[in-house]
């Protein structure tokens, strides 16, 4: 890096105010976090284009290789993409829309593990074949296929075997969501980013995305789990979830975005608020930089990360009583 010397100015110093006086300084918003999938703005004409030999959609059209030119759930990619599908065929009537749909809703079931999970890239490696709650990747995919399984809204044009395909689907994806809640010391708590396809653990993803109890997407399961027909083991799960989120309700702090930079201040009158993940077995909230460490403060993580993630939410407050 260049380095000032006495009677020279910084070439850093100078762009850093550059950007300042003009507005372009940085500020943290949604911009920093990972954009929708290409589905989500495309035209018709372009979802049918891109549509994959398998069913499914890329989460960026443009990408021709590697990892993320294969199908995947990621970013709301493939049932985005099979809900305007059969919205644009509720509308036209055109077949050309609703065949397109099938092989899309086809393909997810294709692409669901026989243990019920579904991983976050279709014949991923490393981490994308988890089975990926992050995003509420799996628990958008098992909304949609619950709507399939009805022949509810735009899906009215499903034959019965779609549907029955779809219900056993969203079944498997009941057990295995079951079968994954983490356990700690015989207590049931709440579910990881990601599971191990195999041995069902809570399993890591990016460098700051260690195994760990994360409350965002665990708060998506359980709001899906109380659709389902009640049975003592899914009350048993909800009520140890919502138990959960209460006891690692944190209190007297709030977070705030300043011009360049997020940090947590004191307050004793802000409302409870969450930590994205937690430390298994010990419930203490965890913060983790590109480099993989475990940091118990906000603002012991790198700045690019403080301000390029989601690590505080108030995802739980509508669940439980505060």
Not at 134 to 158: Q, R, Y
Not at 284 to 293: E, L, Q
Request: proline share 3%; with cysteine; hydrophobic share 40%.
């Amino acid at each position: 890096m260049f380095k000032a010397k006495w009677g020279k100015i910084s070439l850093v110093w100078i762009l850093t105010m550059v950007l300042t006086v003009t507005g372009l300084a940085f500020q943290p918003s949604a911009a920093v976090f990972a954009a929708d999938a290409s589905g989500t703005t495309a035209s018709i004409a372009d979802i049918l284009k891109n549509q994959q030999p398998d069913g499914g959609w890329k989460k960026d059209y443009s990408v021709t290789s590697g990892e993320w030119a294969k199908s995947t759930i990621d970013n709301k990619a493939t049932y985005t993409e099979i809900r305007r599908l059969a919205s644009e065929y509720q509308k036209t009537k055109d077949s050309v829309y609703s065949q397109a749909a099938i092989k899309g809703i086809s393909f997810l079931l294709n692409m669901q593990y026989s243990n019920g999970g579904w991983p976050q890239v279709y014949q991923g490696t490393s981490y994308h074949k988890h089975i990926t709650y992050n995003d509420n990747a799996m628990m958008n995919v098992m909304i949609l296929l619950d709507e399939v399984a009805n022949k509810k809204g735009d899906f009215s044009f499903v034959d019965t075997a779609l549907a029955d395909r779809s219900k056993a689907a969203v079944a498997k994806g009941v057990s295995v969501i079951l079968a994954t809640q983490v356990k700690v010391n015989g207590q049931l708590t709440v579910w990881g980013q990601q599971h191990d396809s195999v041995t069902l653990a809570p399993a890591g993803a990016r460098a700051y995305e260690v195994p760990s109890l994360c409350t965002g997407e665990s708060v998506g399961i359980v709001k899906f789990l109380k659709t389902r027909p009640a049975t003592p083991q899914i009350t048993t799960a909800i009520q140890a979830a919502e138990n959960w989120f209460r006891n690692v309700k944190i209190t007297g702090i709030k977070v705030v975005k300043t011009s360049d930079d997020v940090v947590v201040v004191e307050d004793p009158s802000a409302p409870p608020i969450w930590a994205r993940f937690y430390e298994i077995g010990t419930n203490k909230a965890i913060f983790v930089g590109r480099d993989g460490v475990v940091k118990y403060k906000l603002s012991e993580i790198d700045q690019e990360r403080r301000t390029g993630y989601s690590w505080y939410g108030n995802w739980p407050s509508g669940l439980v009583n505060n």
